[in-house]
């Protein structure tokens, strides 16, 4: 020690803090410029005595075993106290600036709702875990609930809807992934017209491409409201679809319904149609997987199906031009692979193909077993991209099919890493002698902060058949494995 | 202000030295990530409540995680207006979805090759830190010392080590409070009949724990709960799982991996305590012994 060294201690009375914290505490405090030795222990005697021994304890000091000393021995005084606040604030976790305290981020719902009593939504996003208790207490404090964490127990969304339902408030999801309300978008979203049509979804990508379809028709949405893929289930039972009827139906700015979902249970369904059906206003029920039937329900079982029939109920028009002009060719394989960021658009490819009898093998990249520590393909592109260039090299894939999802929340420029690895593809197939085929669509529209005119070239350029949607693109590589078997067919009559 | 919380929803264990009596005006001491500690305000008598993997603690509560995320919320956010708990609640839950687990450490045969791979694992462990004042090594190289003078029955230099070692280093728990626990526990596996069987140890061992006794005073209170558990003869979960390691070569590692990671220096410190009271116990034949057999 030199006599120009400062000894600085602070001592705080019974303040308990972690061992590991304040560990890290001493150690972030000595790695600053000039200061020599950092102590933080527990004021007991003996440590006391340590402190002592060691020239880091001034005379008159008489703490407690339970109060914490924090001792700083720098170059100068001021270089010790600065180290001194640094380490106070991090126990208290609060930021001193000169000599101001910084704002305090509100840490619990009650805070928040302190800084802005006018909430009237809370966005939950934590692990699944955490997430129950956090709607707990938003539903608590009467606000709705937008909850895009997945992970959360069957029982807790139960009991959690019950008590929204029992509040009349709406809890979106868990693992809710779209909702626009009022015109604000919450999670992945698109920039939509507003309009008429009020849409109910127990599925994200399937609200997203609805409601550009519906865009795209000139017909737009007054509200989306997502419910969470489970909540048509038997266990949940429609529990917040039923809060959402209530709001949209008293929504002077909704004309039409359209619910969204996978097949619900029958009993769901049920109760679902019945309660669209005394509605009281035009309802389009898109049931995936669902047989088509007009009645007091329209039903379609495809998106593009159930966006025509609720753009045609306020008197527009879904033209699918785009890609129309595409004609099928007989494939060099038979193998039709699909290659999805959005579950539901893969939904719906397996029930168009699975219809037409193609055989094919469609991956939704956005599933847990693809995205386990890894970002979800439509923030992070890059994980399909590996999955294309094996495609290109796999010589049983005669047909790609792939979607692009912009809008809020997505990539900035998600066509770039895919029209990259569909070029490579592409070209190792035709070095192999075969010829890969690519189709798909892109879910967005004009108003999309990613450019939809830029992306769609993007995917040309590379060889990507657009279409106007994804049911679309599907019914290409439909009629492309058609053809397919049918050249096969006539070379084996011609062997035979 | 007083507030009542919510019973546990799902199942939860209670150690078996829960003090009911304590439960109705708590005030908060820490709220950690996965665990609090409550003292009650009329008794001073320490409430540890855990939940995830930190495993039970004398006279507490290990709740299932679910239920823990919500008191850790809840407890938060009565930190900030100062509010005490009634856990009243608890005590009628505990009678339907309450579990009551023994957290006294029984007798176990220590076994030789397990207490030399221990010993050999911590010899590697790296000195948590070069700032003297925050370095549990002073306090974990007296372990040894410590753990010679019980065996070999001096009870004056028992008590002088442990009362040197009372309070002594860094930690929330002190370095050497958590050496003394250790040794406690090593002394509660050896308590078979004939291990330690001599007057002098005897009169060594009832030193230590008097020293123990009258020194609790003079360190933290989140010690003087554990210090005070250890006297009776009972541990914290993990603490039992790493004292139960000297019986199984093959728990060893895992069992010190796992106590690297409670705290800072606490899981080592224990380890350094228990470890080489087990090896002063067999008489250090541990020394020629392979680390794997």
Request: one cysteine or more.
């Amino acid at each position: 020690m030199t006599s120009t060294d400062a000894l600085s201690v602070r001592v705080f009375p019974r303040l308990y803090r972690d061992s590991v914290t304040l560990m890290a505490l001493a150690a972030a405090a000595q790695k600053a410029d000039g200061v020599v030795r950092v102590g933080a222990v527990m004021a007991t005697p003996a440590n006391l005595a340590i402190l002592t021994e060691a020239g880091m304890l001034p005379d008159g000091l008489s703490p407690a075993p339970d109060d914490l000393i924090i001792a700083v021995r720098a170059t100068d005084e001021i270089v010790a106290e600065h180290a001194l606040d640094l380490a106070e604030a991090g126990l208290t976790a609060q930021e001193a600036i000169a000599g101001e305290r910084a704002r305090v981020l509100p840490q619990t719902v009650r805070e928040g709702l302190a800084v802005d009593a006018g909430c009237t939504i809370a966005a939950v996003s934590t692990p699944g875990t955490y997430a129950p208790v956090v709607v707990e207490q938003a539903l608590g404090h009467g606000l709705h609930v937008f909850c895009f964490s997945d992970n959360v127990a069957l029982e807790d969304e139960v009991r959690l809807k019950r008590v929204a339902a029992g509040k009349g408030l709406l809890l979106m999801g868990p693992d809710c992934g779209t909702a626009i309300l009022d015109g604000v978008p919450l999670g992945f979203a698109n920039a939509v017209q507003p309009g008429p049509i009020a849409m109910i979804a127990a599925s994200g990508t399937g609200a997203q491409e609805i409601s550009c379809l519906l865009d795209a028709a000139g017909a737009g949405v007054s509200q989306i409201i997502g419910v969470g893929g489970r909540d048509l289930s038997e266990d949940v039972g429609g529990l917040t679809t039923g809060v959402a009827l209530d709001l949209v139906l008293a929504d002077p700015g909704t004309e039409v319904v359209l619910v969204v979902s996978k097949p619900p249970s029958a009993a769901v369904a049920e109760r679902l149609l019945a309660r669209l059906a005394s509605a009281g206003r035009p309802a389009v029920a898109c049931l995936l997987g669902m047989e088509d039937s007009d009645g007091a329900v329209t039903v379609r079982g495809t998106l593009e199906g159930g966006a025509a029939a609720a753009a045609a109920a306020v008197g527009r028009e879904l033209v699918l031009d785009i890609g129309a002009a595409a004609q099928p060719k007989p494939l060099s394989a038979a193998g039709v692979l699909g290659l999805y960021t959005g579950g539901t658009l893969a939904s719906e490819a397996k029930i168009i193909l699975g219809r037409a009898g193609v055989h094919a093998e469609i991956l939704d990249l956005g599933d847990d077993e693809y995205t386990a520590g890894r970002p979800h393909p439509m923030i992070d592109p890059s994980a399909r991209a590996e999955h294309v260039l094996r495609a290109g090299s796999n010589a049983e894939v005669g047909l790609l099919l792939v979607d692009l999802v912009i809008g809020y929340g997505a990539a900035p420029d998600p066509a770039a890493p895919l029209a990259d690895a569909v070029r490579e593809a592409r070209q190792a197939a035709e070095l192999d002698g075969r010829t890969l085929v690519v189709a798909g669509s892109v879910c967005g529209t004009a108003a999309d902060p990613q450019g939809i005119d830029g992306q769609r070239a993007a995917l040309r350029d590379a060889g990507v058949e657009l279409f106007a949607s994804n049911a679309a693109a599907v019914r290409f590589a439909v009629a492309c494995a058609s053809q397919t078997e049918r050249v096969s067919d006539d070379r084996q009559e011609e062997i035979q | 202000m007083t507030q009542g919380v919510a019973a546990p929803r799902h199942p939860f264990r209670l150690a078996h030295d829960v003090d009911w009596s304590a439960l109705d005006r708590l005030d908060i001491i820490h709220v950690g990530q996965h665990s609090t500690l409550l003292v009650s305000s009329t008794t001073g008598i320490l409430i540890p409540v855990t939940w995830a993997d930190r495993g039970l603690a004398p006279g507490g509560f290990a709740l299932d995680e679910r239920d823990g995320v919500r008191l850790r919320a809840h407890l938060v956010d009565l930190q900030r207006h100062r509010g005490s708990l009634d856990l009243g609640a608890w005590r009628q839950a505990a009678a339907s979805r309450g579990f009551v687990t023994d957290l006294r450490l029984p007798p176990l045969p220590i076994d030789a090759v397990a207490t030399r791979r221990a010993a050999l694992l911590l010899e590697a462990d790296p000195r948590p830190s070069s700032e003297p004042t925050m370095d549990p090594s002073t306090q974990r190289e007296l372990a040894p010392a410590l753990a010679a003078a019980i065996v070999g029955g001096d009870p004056s230099r028992t008590g002088a080590l442990a009362r040197s070692l009372i309070g002594s280093g860094p930690g929330a728990t002190p370095a050497g409070d958590d050496v003394i626990v250790g040794v406690l526990a090593a002394l509660q596996l050896a308590a078979a009949p004939g291990l330690l069987p001599t007057r002098r140890t005897r009169e060594a061992r009832q030193m230590l724990r008097a020293v123990v006794a009258d020194g609790l005073p003079r360190t933290t209170a989140a010690s003087r709960h554990q210090l005070g558990a250890a006297l009776s003869g009972s541990f914290a979960e993990r603490c039992l799982h790493l004292a139960g390691a000297l019986a199984d070569p093959d728990a060893v590692e895992p069992a010190y991996v796992a106590a690297r990671g409670w705290g800072a220096t606490s899981g080592i410190d224990f380890m350094h305590g228990l470890v080489s009271t087990a090896r002063a116990v067999l008489g250090d034949g541990t020394a020629a012994l392979p680390a794997t057999a």
